[in-house]
């Protein structure tokens, strides 16, 4: 609810707060970790990932201490200009700094802005955003299985429901003639590699062996580098058996196996997208 005695004109002002189409189009990472003992001790951020694309910011998952990352990696870079906020599944690590940023962006409601999307049990009584701020952002999605959602020349695809323990949605994003998708997490299945087939291709990968809680392995991601052959894998979100092998030897050992040139995420780095197109 805006408080302001037009808040039409607010709207419409606020809705150009957004565009920042000077930027080079990236990828910031505002976080590189996972799991709990990672979360508690903050060996790597956990603040999700920045999309600055086509002149839009599509904020990815905020997870603990999120807002903190963003203004520490990106300290020009206000906040109110976060156009969409994107969800792909309640839990903590993802979800934590979700209701600072719908406060944040919105100046507590004064300013009507922005859009959210999330699964519909991220809502609710047993969700994780608070209700009352639902009112101060301008449009919700609830995020479903096959949805697209598309603003000013970007495309989100949500092309399948993951297996993972609350309802979870990766994403492929297409701009212009490339595409890059999002495998949040999720236990592998057949249907990863033809839902999440582009260019560039980011990954979840919190431990090295198969997980019990319903994670990708080492071994699923080098079957999904392979299956979708991108120009460039990145993985991300790392637990502490990762952390304690080093992403990086666990990158070379997937780009050995795969021929692909994988990435490992690191803590406030930006990745150009004319950078990741231009492997191989
Ligand atoms: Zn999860």
Redesign the pocket.
């Known amino acids: 609810m805006a408080k302001t005695g037009s808040p039409k004109k607010h709207r419409k002002i606020s809705s150009r707060v957004g565009r920042d189409s000077n930027v080079e189009d990236e990828i910031v990472f505002l976080g590189t970790g996972g799991a709990r003992y990672v979360i508690a001790k903050q060996l790597r951020a956990t603040g999700g990932i920045l999309f600055r694309i086509g002149g839009s910011n599509v904020l990815v998952d905020p997870g603990p201490e999120s807002l903190y990352r963003l203004l520490t990696y990106l300290p020009k870079f206000d906040p109110e200009k976060i156009d969409v906020i994107l969800l792909t599944?309640k839990?903590i690590?993802?979800s934590a700094d979700i209701n600072v940023y719908l406060d944040v962006i919105t100046r507590g409601g004064f300013n009507k802005h922005g859009i959210l999307l999330a699964p519909g049990d991220a809502f609710g009584e047993e969700g994780v955003i608070y209700k009352y701020l639902l009112d101060f952002i301008e449009k919700i999605v609830v995020i479903k299985e096959r949805n697209v959602f598309k603003i000013d020349g970007l495309s989100f695809l949500f092309p399948i429901k993951h297996q993972?323990?609350?309802e979870?949605y990766g994403f492929k994003l297409t701009h212009r003639d490339y595409t890059i998708s999002y495998i949040t997490?999720t236990k592998y299945f057949d249907g990863l590699i033809p839902a999440y087939t582009a260019d560039i291709v980011i990954m979840n990968l919190i431990k090295l062996g198969a997980s019990e809680i319903d994670h990708l392995s080492v071994d699923d991601c080098a079957e999904i580098i392979t299956g979708i052959k991108p120009k460039v894998a990145i993985i991300t979100h790392f637990g502490m058996t990762m952390i304690r092998t080093g992403p990086w030897n666990v990158a070379r050992q997937l780009k050995e196996r795969t021929g692909v040139t994988v990435l490992a995420a690191e803590d406030g780095k930006h990745y150009t997208i004319e950078k990741l197109l231009s492997y191989r």
């Open positions: 599944h839990h690590d993802h993972h323990r609350v979870t997490d």
